[in-house]
């Protein structure tokens, strides 16, 4: 953290201001949202998958502020079928959102590291990553039993508002979480299972709505900027 300060002071604070660029993978064209300088390290961040996403974005864009006030760059690529994506959410597969982010860091041609929360673990690791973060990442299994709950509790055939192939949910129910290279798991102080470290804040991905918690966004970005200056970034 002192490190990436330092480069902050070096640059007069002036960091860019968040901007909208695009990467291209085998599937199309997609958005990717960029903060902070070009050069150095980028924090590529993958959303929870589904709703849990849409809860959680305001608060990773927060974290991926914080870290461009640190001198740390950071991107957050709209995955196809989510986001502002044209691709349709039913034509999603797993394999197509491994083969998007890996061309995204491609495209950002920096040592790159993905910050996954919850099932953004899932989709990481096809890429050539000089890390992985993680807060709270989940297996496909558990990500499979999730989608389930929610169907049951929706009583319908969608996953709340979100209407998937049959393909995409036999890829969730039995796919595993990549562990290769430098991996940092964090968890929340109330998860029992084991982790690198606990933080504070809440679950935002259980909150009825979207939001933010200040302080568990201020303990992301501060041990993922130590963390990074640890690995050489």
Not at 29 to 53: K, N, Q, S
Not at 129 to 152: D, K, V
Not at 200 to 224: C, I, K
Request: hydrophobic share 45%.
């Amino acid at each position: 953290v002192r490190r990436a300060r330092a480069l902050r002071r070096g640059q007069g604070g002036r960091l860019s201001a968040p901007r909208i660029t695009h990467y291209a993978w085998r599937g199309g064209r997609e958005a990717m949202l960029r903060f902070g300088p070009e050069r150095g390290p980028v924090v590529a961040a993958i959303l929870p998958l589904f709703e849990e996403g849409n809860r959680t974005r305001a608060a990773a864009i927060d974290v991926l502020r914080r870290l461009a006030a640190l001198g740390i760059g950071g991107a957050l690529p709209d995955l196809p079928g989510t986001g502002e994506s044209l691709v349709p959410t039913r034509a999603a597969s797993l394999a197509g959102w491994r083969a998007a982010f890996a061309a995204a860091v491609e495209a950002l041609n920096a040592p790159v590291f993905a910050m996954a929360w919850r099932g953004g673990a899932l989709i990481d690791g096809g890429a050539e990553l000089a890390g992985r973060w993680r807060l709270s990442p989940m297996t496909g299994a558990e990500q499979y039993r999730e989608l389930a709950r929610i169907q049951r509790i929706g009583g319908g055939e969608g996953y709340a508002g979100n209407r998937l192939s049959p393909a995409l949910l036999g890829e969730l129910d039995t796919a595993e979480t990549p562990a290769a290279g430098a991996l940092r798991v964090a968890r929340l102080k109330e998860d029992p299972r084991e982790a690198a470290l606990y933080l504070p804040g809440r679950p935002l991905w259980r909150a009825t709505e979207p939001g933010v918690d200040a302080v568990l966004q201020e303990a992301v970005a501060d041990d993922l900027a130590a963390w990074i200056a640890a690995c050489g970034g």
